[in-house]
């Protein structure tokens, strides 16, 4: 549209270009030194200064002394006035402290009323400046006694001369010290931004491959006092192996939910075809069927509602509440006979926790009480109970669910609550592998510790502890992968 102005590239909302952080870095590190050079040439032109004035005015003071000794018979006028010269001595005059004793000849230096209060006596020594035959002179006026006053007077060209020199060298060496501060700082600049470069590269790099395996290189050997960009670094190797964890647990989950969902599927396929010519079968074969078809059915749909669950990166917050865990357990509990008739469960909840509460979901609490405890019910033989305790400890409860079926060899125990892991002696029993590892989550979420061990005497000993609601923050905001 015509009318509207163009918007440069590389220029922010303001106008201003916008200019890499290196660049930026560079112009400050530059400016920083180039101001402390200066201000230190400029102190040092200043002090050098105010020594020649000083060297100046001690050479006037020493030329009063000696001509106050020299001339004080003398009567008022001048006593000495070749300083017009730069070789010459020090000028110098007797000024009367009344203007009715002035000599007859004029005055070489300037007569002003201070100079005849120093010649009475009311005013101090002071010094001023002058011009004096064209050029630029220092005067001293003291009093000399008698009513009189003494002012001696030099030509200033070698303090012009020293402050001049003084100047151009200073000058020169400001000159080279902002060069010499840019240099600096694009050398500060490249130093200290290597790592952020290695940073955006490594980032770059994985944006582009989707590879998280990268990581930016680090010191051999790293101390407590680590510089910031160097933490930086490590916490964002950090990061990417998280990420790679994390990626390579989602594929481990893609890859394991695909098997685990093949056969299911083939089944469906397989009744549903045998199904779809119904015609052929007698009543029975349709029914058996039909059964298996139902029954696959809802195999698939309780693995893929652990899918679900398990792929949930956070638990609800506002669905926290103060749960008393006795009521959910023994609700548990009566869930658990009823789907499992065969088994015997026995509950025994101490007197301390009927009435103690924690934070948390009920019906996630729920859900991970049913999972252990249809794993304790589906290893547990013919007439063994499955034992559930509730008991109180310090700043919480602990729940045991026991069984008296295998238990779990030493081989298997550190991956009893990974997805999908079955160890032998169960692949031959219904499931998917998933209840245990949905279990650890939600107690995870719950800052509980859930943990699998054997029983004394044989089969399977589950412990939860769970803190009580003085002692909980709350659920976490906890993703597994």
């Not at 009323?113 to 035959?133: I, M, N």
């Not at 931004?193 to 944006?207: G, H, K, M, Q, S």
């Not at 549903?272 to 298996?292: F, I, N």
């Not at 749909?301 to 006795?326: F, G, K, Q, Y």
Request: hydrophobic share 45%; glycine share 8%; charged share 25%.
């Amino acid at each position: 549209m015509r009318g509207l102005p163009r918007r440069r590239a590389g220029r922010t909302d303001g106008g201003w270009p916008r200019r890499r952080l290196r660049t930026r870095l560079t112009l400050a590190a530059s400016a920083a030194v180039a101001v402390v050079v200066l201000g230190v040439c400029a102190a040092a032109f200043l002090v050098i200064r105010q020594q020649l004035l000083h060297q100046l005015d001690l050479h006037l003071t020493q030329s009063a002394r000696l001509a106050a000794q020299q001339y004080r018979r003398e009567p008022p006028g001048v006593v000495q006035g070749e300083c017009r010269y730069l070789a010459a001595p020090a000028c110098t005059q007797l000024v009367p402290a009344r203007a009715v004793d002035d000599p007859a000849g004029p005055y070489l230096l300037p007569v002003t009323g201070a100079t005849r209060q120093v010649a009475a006596g009311t005013r101090g020594p002071s010094y001023s400046e002058l011009r004096l035959a064209g050029h630029r002179a220092r005067m001293l006026t003291t009093p000399l006694g008698a009513g009189r006053a003494l002012q001696v007077a030099v030509r200033a060209d070698t303090v012009d001369q020293g402050v001049r020199q003084a100047a151009g060298l200073l000058g020169a060496v400001g000159a080279a010290g902002v060069v010499l501060a840019g240099v600096l700082g694009s050398w500060v600049s490249r130093t200290g931004l290597a790592p952020v470069a290695r940073l955006t590269a490594t980032a770059e790099r994985i944006a582009a491959t989707r590879d998280a395996r990268h990581r930016i290189e680090l010191p051999p050997k790293r101390a407590a006092g680590d510089d910031e960009i160097t933490r930086l670094a490590a916490a964002f190797n950090t990061m990417l192996g998280e990420l790679e964890k994390s990626v390579t647990a989602q594929r481990r989950l893609v890859a394991d939910a695909s098997h685990e969902l093949r056969t299911p599927l083939t089944a469906l396929r397989a009744n549903a075809d045998l199904l779809a010519r119904s015609d052929r079968l007698t009543v029975a074969q349709r029914e058996r069927a039909a059964g298996g078809l139902g029954r696959q059915l809802r195999e698939v749909t309780v693995l893929v509602n652990d899918l679900i669950e398990l792929a949930r990166e956070e638990e609800p917050d506002p669905l926290v509440e103060d749960v008393r865990l006795a009521s959910v357990v023994a609700h548990a509990v009566d869930a658990a006979r009823d789907h499992w008739p065969d088994v015997p469960f026995r509950l025994r909840i101490a007197h301390d926790t009927e009435t103690g509460t924690v934070a948390g979901v009920p019906a996630r609490l729920s859900r991970l009480l049913s999972s252990l405890l249809d794993n304790a019910a589906k290893f547990s033989p013919p007439g063994r109970p499955v034992e559930v305790t509730l008991a109180r400890t310090t700043g919480g409860a602990v729940l045991e669910i026991r069984d008296h079926g295998p238990g779990i060899a030493a081989e298997d125990l550190p991956y009893v609550f990974d997805r999908f892991y079955r160890a032998r002696t169960a692949r031959a029993l219904p499931g998917s592998g998933l209840g245990l590892a949905m279990a650890r989550q939600i107690a995870r979420a719950h800052h509980a510790d859930l943990t699998a061990g054997q029983a004394p005497g044989g089969g399977a000993l589950f412990r939860l502890r769970i803190p009580d609601s003085a002692a909980s923050d709350g659920l976490s905001q906890v993703s597994y992968p």
